[in-house]
Nanobody, 125 residues
C-alpha cells in the first residue's frame, strides 16, 4: 500500500504563491509517475500536472501552464507543486496521485491508482 499526504495549502491573495508537498510512504515513488489534481466546489476533479518517474518530463493543464511547476525529490519520496501567480479560479482541494503504470508516459490524465486526502488552496481576489 501507498500513503500519500499533501501539505502546504492555505489562503493566499491573487498573484501570490504557494508550494504544495506530497510525501509518500509505504512504497518508493522513484519508479512511478506522479500527478497533481484539484477539485473546486461543485466541480469535478481535474488534472493539473504530471511528472515522469525520473523527473525528466512534465505535463500541465493549459490553465496552469507557465504558472505552476511540478517537481520531485525521489530521495525524499516527495513530489512538489510550486504555484505562482495564483488566481481565484485556482481555488480548490489539491490532491496528489501515483500512477502504477506508464512511468515514462508524459501526457496522461487518467488511470492513477493511489490518492492523497487533499489540501485546501484558497485564493482571494
Amino acid at each position: 500500500q501507498v500513503q500519500l499526504v499533501e501539505s502546504g495549502g492555505g489562503l493566499v491573495q491573487a498573484g501570490g504563491s504557494l508550494r504544495l508537498s506530497c510525501a509518500a510512504s509505504g512504497r518508493t515513488i522513484s519508479n512511478y509517475a506522479m500527478g497533481w489534481f484539484r477539485q473546486a466546489p461543485g466541480k469535478e476533479r481535474e488534472f493539473v500536472a504530471r511528472i515522469t518517474y525520473s523527473g525528466g518530463s512534465t505535463y500541465y493543464a493549459d490553465s496552469v501552464k507557465g504558472r505552476f511547476t511540478i517537481s520531485r525529490d525521489n530521495a525524499k519520496n516527495t513530489v512538489y507543486l510550486q504555484m505562482n501567480s495564483l488566481k481565484p479560479e485556482d481555488t480548490g482541494v489539491y490532491f496528489c496521485a501515483l500512477d502504477l503504470s506508464g512511468p515514462a508516459i508524459v501526457a496522461k490524465k487518467t488511470g492513477y491508482n493511489y490518492w492523497g486526502q487533499g489540501t485546501q488552496v484558497t485564493v482571494s481576489s
